[in-house]
Nanobody
Framework: VQLQASGGGLVQAGGSPRLSCTVL????????MRWHRQAPGKQRQLVAR???????TYADSVKGRFSISRDNAKKAVYLQMGDLKPEDTAVYYC???????????????WGQGTLVTVSS
């Protein structure tokens, strides 16, 4: 099981890129899916979370600007970013709780990270 993230890059302040993350490999179930970010010199922080039922939560710093969604059929999670600010510059990581096989419990898997750089 792997998580493959894409969509980062250099973006101007105020831009609205979308990050995507797809679960690769055979799995049984995907539970919570999340986006985290780690800015240079800072600890990784949770940005947004979406449950299997579609409930969402956001960090205060991105509320009203970012939107998380998922497509269960495609085994994917998305982060629509909006009104980007230089302080949003970070490596963004997707993360999901996945049951990989019948009889096994859910484990936490991480994507490789995608860099978003916001220029002012």
């Amino acid at each position: 099981v792997q998580l493959q993230a894409s969509g980062g890059g250099l973006v101007q302040a105020g831009g609205s890129p979308r990050l995507s993350c797809t679960v690769l490999g055979r799995i049984v179930s995907i539970f919570d899916m999340r986006w985290h970010r780690q800015a240079p010199g800072k600890q990784r922080q949770l940005v947004a979370r979406i449950t299997s039922g579609g409930s969402v939560t956001y960090a205060d710093s991105v509320k009203g600007r970012f939107s998380i969604s998922r497509d269960n059929a495609k085994k994917a999670v998305y982060l629509q970013m909006g009104d980007l600010k230089p302080e949003d510059t970070a490596v963004y990581y997707c993360n999901a709780e996945i049951q990989a096989s019948a009889g096994s419990g859910a484990m936490s898997y991480w994507g490789q990270g995608t860099l978003v750089t916001v220029s002012s």
